[in-house]
Each structure stands twice: as structure tokens, then as C-alpha cells.
């Protein structure tokens, strides 16, 4: 049988080192104004971008847009000058300006807070909703991104193909006391030391524990 990681372990440890490691940037958003529209709106921009650049774009964009209302108004062009250079931002400017009259229609003007709703957005897929739900509602969600899929299976915790498939493993054996950290863990550890190639695993704080190098 495949080996393991000892997964209370595992979490203890990393508890330990996430404290030298900046928090990743939704996480930093969150910490600052937990506002269910900032925090949304980080997620979908954070997403393909890394976090220095998605730090600077929010902080520049949120000087200028704080609500829906806002975003509604905010011209298309100067939208799309403001997000650049994020990953995506031609796409994103278009599905942001879509926001507004989504959650409109669809949800009253209330961001929701259930992954179902969620990924009706425009910009939302499963991972963002995940995020968004836990991040900014504090409800227990599994946000499965691509160091969450790929560590996962290094540790042997999960035997899967896909981000899904790791959520949906997730949810059935992860007890839900890890569920809000493993994202903010994880990208931590991913993208210091368990990178997606030549992952650091002499120096990392999981060494005796992972069973890649047992
Ligand atoms: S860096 Fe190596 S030892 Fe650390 S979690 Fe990744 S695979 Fe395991």
C-alpha cells in the first residue's frame, strides 16, 4: 500500500513555518477588509498572477472601486487599464464589468456564499468559489489549486488526475479542521520549497514526514 503523510503532523509543522512566509495575497486582503466584494475580486485577479503583481494592481484598483456600484460605473477601458498587467486582464475586465448585473439579477445585489451560486459568476470557477466562500463568508470550503493537487499527491494523502478529483478526495478524508489552511499552507509551501519542479525536499520542514523521501 502506497505510504502517507501523517497528515495532524503535517499541519503542525507547517503551522511553524507558514509564520516566516508572507500570507498569500487573498489571504492578505482578507486580513485587512474582510469584505466579501474585495475579496472576490482579488481572488478572480489573483488568479494566473503572481502575488506581487496582483498586490499592486489591487491596491491601485480598490483606491478607485470598492463596491459593485462602482464597478458598474467604472469605465471599461480605464477598468482594463487599472487591472494590467494580471494574468488574463482582457478577459478579466470584461468578465468584472459583467459582475454587477450578474449578482443583480441573479442574487439581489448579495455576493453569494454557496460554491453552486459562486460559479455562476462570471471569472468563477471552482477553485475561486471555494476561496471566495471560505475567505470571505468563513464557511468550510476545500480551495484546490494546483500546489494543493500536485502536494497532495506527493504526500500520498490523495491518488488522483485532477484538481476535482483532490477536492472531492479532500472533502471525504481531510478532517474539516484542516479545510480553511490547507490553501494558504500549501500555496506557502509550493511555492518556497515544493515546487512544481525540483522540489527543495533536503531543506523543507516536512522532511522525515513526507514520504516522498522516506
Ligand atoms: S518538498 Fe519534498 S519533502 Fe517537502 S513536501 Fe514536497 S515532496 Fe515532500
Given at each position: 500500500m502506497k505510504k502517507s503523510i501523517p497528515i495532524k503532523q503535517a499541519f503542525d509543522v507547517l503551522e511553524g513555518f507558514i509564520a516566516d512566509i508572507e500570507a498569500p495575497v487573498v489571504e492578505f486582503v482578507a486580513r485587512q477588509d474582510n469584505d466579501p466584494f474585495k475579496i472576490l475580486i482579488a481572488t478572480?485577479?489573483?488568479?494566473?498572477t503572481n502575488d506581487v503583481i496582483?498586490?499592486?494592481?489591487?491596491?491601485?484598483l480598490f483606491e478607485r472601486v470598492t463596491n459593485l456600484k462602482d464597478l458598474e460605473s467604472i469605465d471599461q477601458e480605464e477598468l482594463k487599464d487599472l487591472i494590467y498587467p494580471v494574468g488574463f486582464y482582457r478577459q478579466k475586465t470584461v468578465q468584472l464589468k459583467k459582475l454587477p448585473y450578474v449578482i443583480s439579477v441573479k442574487f439581489a445585489g448579495t455576493i453569494p456564499s454557496e460554491i453552486d451560486d459562486l460559479v455562476m459568476l462570471p471569472g468563477v470557477g471552482r477553485k475561486t468559489a471555494n476561496l471566495v466562500r471560505n475567505t470571505a463568508f468563513g464557511k468550510p470550503a476545500?480551495?484546490?489549486?494546483?500546489?494543493?493537487?500536485?502536494?497532495?499527491?506527493?504526500?500520498?494523502?490523495v491518488n488522483t488526475k485532477n484538481p476535482l478529483e483532490?477536492?472531492?478526495?479532500?472533502?471525504?478524508?481531510?478532517?474539516v479542521e484542516y479545510w480553511s489552511k490547507v490553501n494558504h499552507y500549501l500555496v506557502s509551501l509550493g511555492q518556497t520549497v515544493c515546487k512544481p519542479r525540483n522540489p527543495k525536499c533536503p531543506e523543507c520542514a516536512l522532511t522525515g514526514l513526507c514520504p516522498k523521501l522516506v
Open positions: 478572480i485577479l489573483s488568479s494566473r496582483t498586490t499592486r494592481v489591487i491596491s491601485r476545500i480551495c484546490v489549486d494546483v500546489h494543493v493537487h500536485r502536494i497532495t499527491n506527493r504526500w500520498g494523502y483532490t477536492e472531492l478526495e479532500l472533502r471525504a478524508k481531510l478532517p
